[in-house]
């Protein structure tokens, strides 16, 4: 069994900030499926712009960051999507609506740009 350690390269700024985490990693294969995973990884030191690792395997390695805390939902992200879909959904119908009764104006395209609006609609 190898126990050694790896110091990795330096990480972005953005790890040093208090509500961060540095974890190290391992690409494990499990079920013919891939994951990360902190079995036999433990992060034992490192400075400002770099992170050392000891490992008792050999793999694929990475430090990855998590957020310590949860991302709240902001009510007003929520009310923009929904109106910006909605207006989306209704403009697309219209473009469909336009393109199906202007036989007049038929070529390919115009074929082809119905078909994107419904694909899109969809």
């Not at 953005?14 to 499990?30: G, I, P, T, V």
Request: proline residues 2%; hydrophobic residues 40%; charged residues 15%.
């Amino acid at each position: 069994r190898w126990e050694g350690a790896m110091r990795t390269p330096r990480h972005a700024p953005q790890a040093l900030q208090e509500d961060r985490e540095l974890f190290c990693m391992s690409w494990q294969l499990k079920d013919s499926k891939g994951l990360w995973t902190s079995d036999g990884c433990t992060l034992i030191g490192g400075d400002n712009s770099s992170s050392i690792c000891s490992c008792n395997h050999f793999t694929s390695f990475a430090i990855l960051m998590a957020s310590r805390h949860e991302p709240q939902e902001s009510y007003t992200l929520k009310v923009v999507t929904y109106v910006g879909l909605s207006v989306s959904l209704l403009c697309l119908f219209l473009a469909i609506v336009t393109f199906l009764l202007c036989r007049s104006l038929w070529s390919v395209s115009v074929s082809l740009h119905l078909q994107l609006s419904i694909c899109l609609f969809v």
